[in-house]
């Protein structure tokens, strides 16, 4: 399965403790509002490498950043079960909420994953989240059922997805990718 998503920003790296060339910048770097999680705590799949666009480097994923804006008048009305998911699956670490008045931004909140997952909001899309996966499986057991080479198609038609044999000769992808799974 060939995922891709498109990610917003990330925060800085943290400014390297033995540098103390810049003690100013590196104390005004200090977040000091939130906690840090130990790796043990991560979510991000073992092997998962978020590469960034411009100049080809690893971002760490506790970088991540989503950016969502939001009408401050309507912010009860914010839309959780919509943006939760699209955290969990792509495993951003960040969501930054900007609330606005007629376009002019007024307050930007910060929420983590980790306490979204915890809150009323994860709790409420768990069994959702579980149908999800319980599909993913047997999408996997269906694909490892079929002749190497052939290539499948997922469809959604009237409500009902349904895995099929794509008709034809041409690949999704070029020998020379398919060749990098």
Known sequence: MLVRLEMDACLPPDPDPHDLGDLTS???ALDVSSSSTSSKDRICPPGL?????HNRSVVDYERTIEIVSHSRKFRSSFGW???YPQLL??????LFLGLHD??????VERHTLEELTESDIGEELQGDLRRLAKTLRLILKLVGEQEEGESLVLVSQDGKLSLKQREGERRVLPNEYMNLF
């Open 102 to 107: 007629f376009g002019r931004f007024s307050q």
């Open 49 to 53: 490498n978020i590469i960034c666009s």
């Open 81 to 83: 079960a919509e943006i």
């Open 89 to 94: 699956l792509s495993q951003t670490r960040n």
């Open 26 to 28: 590196q104390l005004n």
